[in-house]
């Protein structure tokens, strides 16, 4: 029978309705030196990609010169720190959700593009900091999403397979890493699609297959 141990939880879009705030401190940021990016674009294109890598793809496509990165980047993080302190806050959903999966002996960690300090504040904010064993940001390894490093070194961590995983995730390159790193993934539209009844349809998907399909 199959089993499943650990819940693995990508962050923004997820857990935390953040991807307006990063466009916001993004857009901010770039506007100091008259550039821009499209509200479409930052949703059909750059969602759930590190900061360091949306700079990237605009000096390519955009002429951003790539001296602004680092400037551009630290002002993005105040930025974003000022969109999370006006705007997060816990979610009755989330705690529920949390409480419950950790109550049912599910372990739980958060894997993130974002920098470990963004993770950590929006988690702490959101009231969801205390449910999880561990939280891996863009700054635990080499290559972000969508490979899959990030989730391999969650489930190396805790010391288990990926088919006792779950991950749940939102954004394209984040369910590309999910999927090559071998793991169950329950992908979800956003935020509001992610309670405790989602998740568990999902294990029980995974735990009793047969009964699922009957
Ligand atoms: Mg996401």
Redesign the pocket.
């Known amino acids: 029978m199959n089993t499943i141990k650990a819940v693995l939880f ?5 857990l935390i309705d953040a ?1 307006e705030w990063h466009y916001k401190a993004l857009n901010r940021s770039l506007g100091l030196f008259g550039f821009t990016i499209s509200r479409y674009d930052h949703m059909a294109t750059y ?2 990609l590190p900061t360091r890598k949306k700079l990237e793809m605009l000096s390519v496509e955009s002429g951003l010169p790539t001296s602004l990165h680092a400037l551009i980047n630290r002002v993005k993080q105040v930025y974003t720190r000022e969109e999370i302190l006006a705007s997060c806050w816990p979610t009755f959903e989330k705690e529920f959700m949390m409480s419950r999966l950790r109550r049912e002996g599910y372990r739980i960690a958060v894997c993130s593009n974002a920098i470990r300090e963004s993770v950590e504040l929006m988690l702490a904010r959101a009231g969801l900091l205390e449910y999880v064993e561990f939280i891996l940001s863009n700054e635990d390894v080499k290559a972000p999403k969508p490979d899959p490093a990030i989730y391999q070194l969650a489930m190396s961590r805790m010391g288990i397979e990926a088919h006792e995983v779950v991950i749940v ?3 394209a390159h ?1 369910i590309l890493a999910a999927r090559r790193a071998g793991a169950h993934v329950c992908e979800v539209a956003g935020f509001h699609e992610v309670d405790y009844w989602r998740i568990r349809r999902t294990i029980d998907a995974v735990v009793n297959p047969v009964r699922q399909a009957a």
């Not at 990508?10 to 997820?14: A, E, N, P, Q, T």
């Open positions: 990508d962050l923004d879009g997820v991807t969602n759930g995730e939102d954004a984040g």
